[in-house]
């Protein structure tokens, strides 16, 4: 699976929370890490999502969508002929989507009073239009306020989100980090202690987020017994 | 009351439908008719804000929301601190929204699978963030292919919504037909026939609407008795 993420941030490299999610993805391939930026070639940027399998769109939100930047970027690359052609049919499009607010302001009586859901309605219809397949969004909550360990969590959301074909299902986030350990252990070199410290600890918070998640499961099958 | 409508359209002078809106509304006053152009001085921006009573942002949809140009409006002129101000606080929002999509297009299980009000949701969204009162949106589906009588309907129906301090309910259009025939009839130059004729051929246009408002009443009136 290749993926396509597709930045709109009108000052990126002041981003923090951008900066973090692209330093988490420097091991993975097939991947394109591409910020959107004026002035817009239209052809390359139709080239660059026919030749992906995974389409995020990844912006903090602005007055409830994506920076001016990004509706640019649809209203000139994304013309009724390239949709029409069913350029796009069969692709995945996904919403990695940041926010000032809390997770609790949103929703139906909160000071926001929709959900990320519902906020985003106009992306499901656009990929409802383009025949894509809608994944569900991530929503990233107030990023510099989270904990370090939440942040490490989310970093392995995001990194599934890009790169894993079945992420929101627990076989598919089992076998996901599988082959990331597998895949650290047989492209290592066993002389570079250093990086073989990275790989073993790296393997070991894998590890620790595998057991996590068979714990919830194990909580959700209880929860669903009583 | 005082009403700014904010146009936002790439092409606005190729547009017919953008033409008929601003011709309908050349004999009413406290109206600013305002096309968004780049570049944008925003001090002049929240004046414009800050000075009228309805906002109303009048846009054709693509991609299901405003074109780019309306977002560069949104990010640079609606700032944390004018909003946070409440520069806007108890001002009206209205959205009177072009679609080349058919009405019977909207809505779960059609082809663009939800409801403008859907599609909306992030300009409510942002009228809750401002303190303002959030209007029923205006749709207009498929301008170019509506019969002349519907035009017309159209044009009373966005003449209200731009000039009529309560155009959804049945009183509030009755008092603002009245309020229109007594005016043209009291800034009449009774020397002026063709003038003249022009108006009574308004007030007769505005009569037959006002009947064929109070037959669909007696129409809702009856259904709700059976």
Chains 1, 2 share one sequence.
Not at 105 to 116: L, Q, S, V
């Amino acid at each position: 699976m290749k993926t396509l993420i597709l930045i709109a941030h009108p000052e990126i490299e002041n981003s923090t929370t951008q900066k973090f999610f692209q330093t988490s993805l420097v091991n993975f391939e097939n991947i394109t890490y591409h910020p959107i930026s004026i002035p817009i070639n239209i052809e390359e940027e139709q080239q660059l999502l026919r030749s992906n399998d995974r389409i995020i769109l990844q912006f903090p939100l602005f007055w409830y969508s994506a920076p001016a930047l990004l509706k640019t970027w649809q209203d000139t690359v994304l013309s009724t002929s390239f949709i029409n052609r069913a350029s796009l049919k069969g692709k995945e499009l996904g919403i990695v989507v940041t926010t000032g607010s809390a997770k609790k302001d949103f929703g139906a009586g909160n000071p926001e009073r929709f959900t990320i859901s519902e906020i985003l309605r106009p992306y499901e219809a656009m990929a409802n239009k383009a025949m894509m397949s809608y994944l569900p969004p991530l929503p990233v909550y107030q990023f510099l306020y989270m904990k370090p360990i939440n942040q490490q969590r989310l970093l392995v959301d995001y990194q599934q989100y890009v790169t894993n074909p079945n992420f929101s299902h627990f076989n598919g986030q089992v076998s996901w980090f599988k082959k990331q350990i597998q895949k650290k252990i047989t492209t290592q070199d066993s002389k570079n202690t250093s990086t073989l410290e990275t790989i073993l600890d790296t393997i070991s918070q894998n590890q620790e987020e595998l057991d996590d998640l068979r714990w919830n499961l194990d909580q959700i099958k209880k929860d669903d017994d009583n």
